[in-house]
């Protein structure tokens, strides 16, 4: 229920209700954010996405008590008259949707710089127009690879932040090679960035810019063969949690070797409140938004949701919990990965006063606590099924 104490912003002033216009409210990031936007806050939501499943329980039924502030659209924003309309009625423009799994950006290119790139452009387009204030979701995935990764690998070089931490405002952006296209999603991430930014200085459009850093946490994607496609690829997070639920290794892409910060959603969805109801400090501005203290590599991330598995769920793990495989292997040609990602937090804290505050072990235990709450039983029937029949 949204708290009747008045609400104030980070200056102190009174935050009154606004209208927001949410594509890609479906999504996992945007279950989240509906869900903190109809239990603490008075603003409205228009929610437009192709899906609604993930969100479902704060449509239905009628009796919820945020009931009226929150209405689904189902809308492919690819060719729907209606999103111009949308805009015009919202404050605020908040754009998730897209094609953001690594399986699909060297098998689907095409539709991955459609959706990060041409689908985006018309949202901008309307916002700088009407002007409507935008906030657009990109990824650390623009920063590419670290300069670090191109020194020798005994380079003492490698040990300085300076070679590594991702600074919004002083990383370039390094991609491989235009057949390695894993980056076509960067790449299309990278150029709507630009085109908000000069919407910006020239036309004078109100945005703010995410830079997420592995959020993760519960509708995180989907688990093959349950909830999406038996052969699908989802990212990380969904990909060994199948595997722990299943009891089966977790497959290391080329030694799960690249090292990652994870951050949880509900730490994240924090700081995207802070940008929504504090325009003044967050209109202009580019923002990391990820964990730095949270670092692993994805074969210390296995490792460790194999211990928190077996916790949550009573279960021993099994006797090898972990196999390696070839990129080529598990994504196909083209694939290429970001070598380390740890965000630098200056501007955030700076604009926003904002800080993420849960370890990676806490969110992977309230995590795999839900996936198993969730899946475990539908897995044990998937999987008795083809021996009964
Ligand atoms: N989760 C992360 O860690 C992360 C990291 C970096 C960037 N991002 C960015 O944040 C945004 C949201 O990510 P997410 O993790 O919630 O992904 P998600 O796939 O769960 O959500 C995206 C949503 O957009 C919807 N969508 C896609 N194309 C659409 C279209 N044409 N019309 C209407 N709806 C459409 C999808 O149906 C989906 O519900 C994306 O832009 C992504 O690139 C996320
Ligand atoms: O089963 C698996 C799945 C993934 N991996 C590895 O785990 C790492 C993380 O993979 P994810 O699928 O979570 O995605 P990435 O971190 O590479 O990219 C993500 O970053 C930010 C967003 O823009 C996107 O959500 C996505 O592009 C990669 O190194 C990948 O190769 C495995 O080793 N095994």
């Not at 999103?83 to 009625?89: F, P, R, S, V, W």
């Not at 390094?174 to 020239?202: D, M, N, P, T, V």
Request: with cysteine; charged share 25%; glycine share 6%.
């Amino acid at each position: 229920m949204a708290s009747s104490a008045t609400r104030v912003d980070l200056d102190g002033k009174p935050i009154t209700g606004i209208t927001i216009c949410m594509i890609g409210a479906g999504g996992f990031i945007g279950s989240h954010l509906c869900e903190k936007l109809m239990s603490e806050t008075p603003h409205t939501v228009l929610a437009v996405d192709v899906y609604n499943d993930k969100i479902k329980h704060l449509l239905e039924p009628d009796s919820l008590p945020w009931t009226g502030r929150i209405q689904f659209h189902r809308i492919n924003i690819k060719n729907d008259s209606r999103l111009e309309g949308l805009i015009k009625m919202a404050d605020l423009t908040i754009n998730l949707a897209a094609i953001c799994t690594p399986a699909d950006y060297n098998t689907r290119p095409l539709d991955t710089i459609y959706s990060n790139f041409i689908d985006a452009l018309p949202v901008v387009k309307y916002c700088s127009e009407n002007n409507k204030r935008l906030i657009h979701f990109s990824t650390c995935e623009v920063y590419g690879k670290t300069i670090g990764s191109y020194l020798p690998k005994d380079s003492p070089l490698r040990q300085d932040p300076a070679y590594y931490i991702l600074k919004e405002d002083e990383s370039p952006c390094i991609f491989g090679s235009i057949e390695k296209q894993r980056w076509s999603y960067a790449c299309a991430k990278q150029l709507i960035e630009r085109l908000i930014y000069a919407e910006g200085a020239e036309n004078g459009l109100e945005f703010t810019i995410v830079r997420p850093f592995n959020w993760i946490g519960p509708r995180m994607d989907f688990i093959p063969g349950i909830d999406g496609p038996s052969e699908g690829v989802p990212r990380v997070l969904a990909c060994f949690s199948n595997n722990l639920l299943r009891r089966e290794p977790l497959k290391l892409v080329d030694g799960g070797e690249s090292q990652r910060t994870f951050i949880y959603i509900k730490d994240a969805i924090e700081a995207v409140m802070l940008m929504i109801e504090n325009p003044a400090r967050a209109n202009g501005h580019i923002f990391n938004v990820g964990n730095p203290n949270n670092e692993v590599t994805v074969r210390q991330l296995a490792e460790m949701m194999t211990k928190v598995y077996s916790k949550v769920s009573g279960e021993p793990s099994i006797d090898s919990p972990t196999i390696d495989v070839s990129s080529k292997e598990f994504y196909g040609e083209g694939y290429d990965d970001s070598d380390k990602r740890i965000p630098d937090m200056t501007i955030i804290n700076k604009q926003l006063g904002w800080n993420p505050k849960t370890s990676l072990w806490d969110l992977l235990e309230s995590t795999l606590t839900y996936q198993h709450r969730t899946y475990a039983e539908a897995i044990k029937q998937a999987i008795a099924k083809p021996i009964a029949s």
